[in-house]
DNA sequence: TCTTAATGTAACAAAAACATCATAAAACAA
DNA sequence: TTGTTTTATGATGTTTTTGTTACATTAAGA
């Protein structure tokens, strides 16, 4: 599992002391100066996690969060963002515009690592470009294609999202809650029984050779992908 | 996996509001109308989260969360505020005493929940997650899943909590009130033997390979899951 | 042995959870 | 713009789960 952090830092000593706390954990890292440097490293293989400072100059560090929470493919990565003591009104701003947390300078590298394990976490790990297999059913996440028994199928861009999660996150039972948090993405309010719906459709996408069985209902507690029998 | 919301509200219809939107969802609600009120609820066991109104009466929610913050053990419950719109001040003093998020009045009980859902999540770290075995019988909680030598098996969400409850707390006896608590969780009115019931059906569940005999009942006292003979 | 309290079991109705469908809104492409 | 696809949601139908009751069985002491 590739662990990569983009910097977004304009000045020079903090960002090496983020980078060398970093590297120390065995993150890989990317440093972007400014905002239009950070748009060139945000490409794929797309980092899996920005840290952002709020202060670049002319306030562009909202700007680019802004604009990669409206991007269907960047919403998914999630933003720390790195804010002077007492600027409260970019906190507000921050959450506002998507950020999953944010941090205070000064701050101890301890507590900005587990902010960073923690966010981590919970996120989906969007880095696996691999094809994906099981029982013939394939995915490629490159082609964006999905094909069972080389025949190519059908589906929405939502039940590819979510077929593309549980092929990457296997044998492993989600909440409605949880399955929303990562295919839909956090900040979004949707109903839990919309999961239903895709999850139907999605079943059906995938039915004419019988994968619809992977995805297997788990009563009182939500869904799982499996290749075992229930 | 207890979701106990505490909603320190002082104006009746919007506590009500908020009351019913939380147990719609399935949350636990316990409510304060003052400072003093809240006080008298925040005691173990501890609320997960708590929604507080700002305007307090003579802003007591500030000096509430500050309060909360600086203590110890009730400084990691999360904090919703309530702000009404427009009140930029008081988001900001409210994040910098310590509130995990806000919500802006008037708020839509869908966005509320939404983020309801992401700072509970971003404060629970995942509990055990361990998979147990005890004589073949494997029971793993992140596939949500129970075999005996291999073959899967079937059960209902409630004969799942309570083998899993037993096989973590194995070699003690627990009376039918405390397998309440602990299985259905507290303030819930069911039936003592109601519990039999469902021992009945899990020791049914698991009896395939003679697994049964793990769930002892222990006359007069109640049940217990050992792998020692009685 | 008999009595009695405690536990086991099956059946049932009610509730909860889930599946499915139709539809309207939203997003998107031509 | 118009037409098409996709999405979210409420309504409705279906299945599973749940709690309770009534009755059967068991264990322990008198």
Redesign the pocket.
Known sequence: MSRRVLVVEDELPIRDMLVFALEQKGYYTLEAETYTEALDKIVEPYPDLILLDWMLPGGSGIQLAKQLKQN?YTRQIPIIMLTARGEEEDKIRGLEVGADDYVTKPFSPKELLARIRAVMRRSTPTSSEDMIQVQGLKLDPVSHRVTANEDGLDM????FKLLHFFMSHPERVYSREQLLDHV?GTNV???D??V?????RL?KAISTHGHDKLIQ??????YRFSSKVS
Do not use: L, N, S
């Open positions: 269907e929405g861009p939502t039940e839909w309010y949707v109903e029984r919309t239903d719906v895709h999850i139907r079943r209902t788990v009563r009182g507690a939500g």
